[in-house]
C-alpha cells in the first residue's frame, strides 16, 4: 500500500491512467456525476454484465427485456416517483452550493439515516448544531430545507410540451410492460423478467467516484409469483455460506455478524422470505466467481425506517472499500405494490388468472332493479341509485333481509322496496380468480460492482526486485484475455509469429492486446496493471529448439512463466480460462521457465 | 405472403405477439417514438450488438469505450448541435398537430430532399400545393414553419440550471474524451474507438415502427488517421463484391447500380477514400454473415446537398423493406472538422504529435522587445504592442525588413523601431509537429438493422400439409439458439431427460428454451416463428432402443430431422452453430428422421 494516498483516490489515479473509467466531458471542465469508461473499463464493465445475464437471466430461464430510458409522466404518477422521489436540499446563502441536508446531519452529528426525518427536523437539527456550508463556511441555520425531485426531467416532441422523465431505475420499464411480458409467459406464474441499462438520479452532490452518480447503469430482475402457491427452488442454494448483518444485531450493543447458510437463515426466519434467501444465496455465488473479496462483503438488513412501507423485507448486498460499506445490490420483498398502482393507475390488466385445482361453486348475491319503479321515484339519480344497489348486494347482502333496502347516493340516503330490487343469490362455477403478483426484487448496481471489483483486485508486490501494481481481476470479467507480445520488436519473424498467435486467439474469441513497444519488462507490468490474467511471448528459443515452435505463458498474480507449443497454446488457455484446468496444473504438464529468462 | 397486410404490418404484428418489440408504456396509451424490446427482441438485438462488437472492435483492434448519454451544453456548441441539429416544423392551426414540413412536401410532390431547402422556400411549397394537415385535412398554406431543434435537453442538478441534452448520436462521447483515448493508444495514429449505446432524437413525428424512433441505438466506429500517412490494409477487403449507387447514377436519367469490387471501387474513384471503400467491405461481409438478405441492400452515395459541409464523401449502407431503402447504416469521411472543433471551443488538446523521419531545421522569427523603451512610451498598451510584435514576426518576418515596424492595437495603429523590437531569425531542430487527426466514421443502426433482419428473415410455406411461419435468422443472431422438448409432458423419464439435456447445454453457454406445453407440432411452430435454428426431442424411440440413448435434431428452415446420440449432441450442435458443418453435413453422418415421425 502507498503511503498516504486512500484506497479510493489510488483507485481513481489507476482508473483514470490505465483507461478503467474518468469524469466525462473534462475538456470542459467535466459535469459531476457522470463518468465515462474507458477501454478497460467499458470491456470489464459489459463482462460484469454478460456474467450477471447468464447467471440471472439465462440459468433462470427469465425473460430479458430492453426498455426506453424516457418514459411518460403517467408512470411515474403511477410508480410514486413524482411526488416521492425526492432528497433534502439546502442552498448555501453565500455561495450557492446546494447540499444534501441529510448528508451535512449524518456527516456532522452521530446521527444515521437523518433521510428518514421530516423536513422540520432536519431544519431544527441545522440550527442546532450549527452547521456550515462545506464548500465556504457561511451559517446555514436558518435555510429552508426543500424536497428535490431526483428525476432528470424532458419534454416528448414539440408543441404544446408533454413532460417525460429519465427513468429513476430500470425497474418500471418491466412493471408497465407486465401485461405484456405475462403473454410471453404464458400467463403463468412464477416467472422472471430483467433488464440490464441505465438509470439516471439528478444527485444534489454526487460522490464518491462511480458509486454515486447521476447516471448509472442497472441489472434488476423482478420475480413474479403467486404469493400462496409459488417457492422457489431453496435447494440449490440451502448449503451457500453467508455473512449476515440482521437488524437485531445492528441495532444490539454488542451486535455481531451472523455466519450462517441460507438454508439455516430461511429456517430460523432471519431472512424473512424464502424467495430473499434464494436470491441472496445465488448471489453470493455470483460475486464470489467475478471475483469480489468475499472477506469484505456483506448482507445488511434494512432497518425498519429503511424500507419502503410496502417492502416486508429487504436485504442489500454490501462490499467494503476504503473502510465504508458500499451498497452494491438490494434484495426486496416488494409485494402486489408496483403491479397493484399500475393496475389502478392505467386501463390494463396487471392480474394473472390463477386457475383453482377444481372449479368452485360459489354463491353470488345480485340484484336486478326494477327500472320501470326506479325511474319515475328517481328521475336522473335512478342510475346512481341501481349502481348502489348493486355494489350494497355484493359489499353486505343481509342488508336486503328487510322489507325496505336503504342506498347513499351523493350524500343522499334513498329507501327502495327489496321486491323492487329484485335480490337474489345465485350458485355460480368458477374455475379461478384474477390476482395481483408478488414481486421479489434482486437489483444490482453494475457500476458499483465494478468499482468493487477494481478495489479488491488491486495488489501490489515485489518481482524481479521492482515493486509492481497489478490487479487480479477474475479472468471471467477481465477486460482482455492475453497480451501477446515479440520478445523484441525489430526481428520480423518473431513480430509476424506473435502477429499470427494474436490472429489465432481472436478466431478463438479471445479478447487479445498485441504490444511490442518498450521493454519486456515494461510490458508485463502494464498488462498486470489492468488485469490481463495471461501475457504470451513469442522469443528465439522458442523457434530456434529442435521440437516443436514454442511460446511462453507467463502468469499475472505470480508472474510464473511456461513453455507451450505454440499448437497448443490456443486449447491450453481455453482450458484454463474456463477454470477446468488451473495454472498449477499447466506447471506440472510444461516446462518452467527461469524467473527473468526473458523479462 | 398474406393478402392486404404489408410486410412492415406483419412484421409489426409479428413483432409483438412473439416478443421483439412493441409501442412502450402502452398501459398508459403510449408514447410515440419509444419503443420496448420483448425478450425475443433484446437477445436478438444484443446478439447484433455482440456481433457489431466482435467486427468492429475485437477483430479491428478498437478501443472501445462507454460515455454518458446526457452531456454538458458546451459540447453541442462546440458540435454544432445546438444551433444546428434543427428539422422544419409546421403546427396545424386547427388540430394542433405537429408536423415535419419537408415531409409533407416529399410525401405529396415529386420533390426528394426537401430538408435542404430554405424555411421560406418551404413555406412556398407548402402554399403553392395547397398542403393539408393529414390529421384533420386543415389548410397549411400560410402557416409559418419553424427550427425545431431535436435535441431532448434536461437540467443537472439542482438550482440554478446548468443545462444537459441527452446525446444525439454516440460520436460526441468519443471525440469529446479524444485527448485521453489518444493516451491509451500512446499517442500513435491510426486507431479506431468505438462505442455502443443510447442516442435520442426529438422527432417531430416518428414513423415506420423501430426505423424512425426518438430513442434508439447506434453503433459507432471513429477512426482517427494521419490524412498524409495512413492507408487502410485495402487488402483484405479488396475482393469483396459490392453493390454501389454512386451520386452520378443516382442523379443519370438510366442511372444504374454499379456491380464492383471493393478494390475497383477505389482504384476507379468511384469510392473516394481508401478508407470508406474499407469500411464498405469490412460492412458488406459483416451484414450478410449476420442474415441480411444482399439481394436487398445496396451502398448509396450521397448527393452533395446531403452532406455535411465538411464530410468530404459519404455513403450510406441501405435496405429494401416493403419497397422502401432505409438507411442502416453510414460512412462518412468527416475530415478534422469534430477534433479541430472541440479543440476550438475547449482549453484540451485535441492533435496528435507527428514525429518526422528526421528532425528538422527550421527557421523561426521572433522579436525579444526592449520594454525599458516601449513601457514608457506607451504605457498601459505596451504589453499589447508587445504581443502584437510577437505575432507579427511569426505571421510577417519581412515586416522588420525596414527601420521602423507598424503594428495595430485595438485599432491604433503604433510605429516601433526595429531595433527595439530585437528582430531575429533563429535556427531550431524540431522533431515532429502536432497535427489535428482526420476521421473517419462508419455509423451503424442497431435497431434498424434488427427490423431489416427480422423483414428479411421471415417466411412462410408449407409442412406437413399446414401453413407455417417462420423467421430463417442466422445461428449468430437467433434470440435462442435451440429449443428443448419431452415427446409428452406426462412421462417423468421424458420430461426428466429434456431437462437434463436443457442444463447440458446451458452449461455448454447455448441459449435455450424447454418448452412441454401443447403438441410437439404446435411446440416446432412456436420456435419456427421465433426463428430458433434447431429444436431437440426427447423421445421413447431414443430412450429405448437398443444402441445409446439418442434424440431428435430438427432444422428449422427445412424442417428436417435426425436422429443423434445424446451424447454427441452438444458437440455436433457447436460444430453446426460456429459454421464447421452444415446441417446437410449432419444428415450424411446420421439417421434422417421420417417427416412426421414425431410431430
Known sequence: MSGAQTEGERLAELAKRRGYFFGASGAYGGAAGFYTFGPQGAALKSNVEDAWRDRFTVQEGNFEVEAPTIMPEPVFEASGHL??????????????????????????????????????????????????????????????????????????????????????????????????????????????????GRAYRNEISPRKSIVRTREFTQAELEQFVDPERD??????????????????????????????????????????????????????????????????????QHLAGERAHYAADCWDAESEVDGDWIEIAGF???????????????????????????????????????????????????????????????????????????????????????????????EERVSGEHITPHVIEPSFGVDRTVYTLLAHAYGEDEVDGETRSYLSLSPTVAPTDVGVFPLVSNVDELVDRAQAVVDDLRAAGFSVVYDDSGSIGRRYRRQDEVGTPFCVTVDRDGLEGDGPDSVTIRERDTARQIRVPIDDLVAELRTVESGARTFDDLVEAYELVAPGANA
Chains 1, 2 share one sequence.
Open 332 to 426: 426486496a420483498y416488494r409485494g402486489d405494490y408496483d403491479l397493484s398502482k399500475h393496475g389502478e393507475y392505467s386501463d390494463d390488466d396487471f392480474t394473472i388468472f390463477r386457475q383453482y385445482d377444481e372449479p368452485k361453486t360459489v354463491e353470488r348475491a345480485g340484484v336486478d332493479p326494477d327500472m320501470s319503479v326506479l325511474g319515475p321515484e328517481f328521475g336522473g339519480a335512478a342510475g346512481d341509485v341501481k349502481a348502489a344497489l348493486e355494489a350494497l348486494a355484493e359489499r353486505d347482502p343481509a342488508a336486503f333481509e328487510g322489507e325496505t333496502v336503504d342506498v347513499d347516493v351523493d350524500g343522499e340516503t334513498h329507501t327502495v322496496d327489496t321486491d323492487v330490487a329484485n335480490f337474489s343469490v345465485d
Open 231 to 300: 417457492e422457489p427452488e431453496l435447494d440449490e442454494v440451502a448449503d451457500v455460506e453467508v455473512t449476515l448483518y440482521p437488524a437485531t444485531e445492528q441495532q444490539a450493543d454488542d451486535g455481531d455478524y451472523v455466519e450462517t447458510t441460507v438454508g439455516e437463515a430461511v429456517d430460523e426466519e432471519i431472512i424473512g422470505d424464502p424467495w430473499i434467501g434464494y436470491f441472496v444465496g445465488i448471489a453470493q455465488e455470483w460475486y464470489e466467481r467475478i471475483g469480489v473479496d468475499m472477506d469484505r462483503f456483506r448482507f445488511r
Open 83 to 196: 411526488d416521492g422521489f425526492d432528497d433534502m436540499l439546502v442552498e448555501c446563502p453565500e455561495c450557492g452550493e446546494s447540499h444534501r441536508a441529510d448528508h451535512l446531519i449524518e456527516d456532522e452529528t452521530d446521527l444515521e439515516d437523518a433521510e428518514s426525518l421530516p423536513i422540520e427536523e432536519v431544519e431544527a437539527l441545522i440550527a442546532d448544531h450549527d452547521l456550515q456550508c462545506p464548500n465556504c463556511g457561511a451559517h446555514l441555520a436558518g435555510e429552508s430545507v426543500e424536497s428535490f425531485n431526483l428525476m432528470f426531467e424532458t419534454n416528448i416532441g414539440p408543441g404544446s410540451s408533454t413532460p417525460g422523465y429519465l427513468r429513476p431505475e430500470t425497474a418500471q420499464g418491466i412493471f408497465v410492460e407486465f401485461p405484456r411480458i405475462k403473454e410471453y409467459a404464458r400467463n403463468s406464474l412464477p416467472f422472471g423478467a430483467t433488464q440490464i
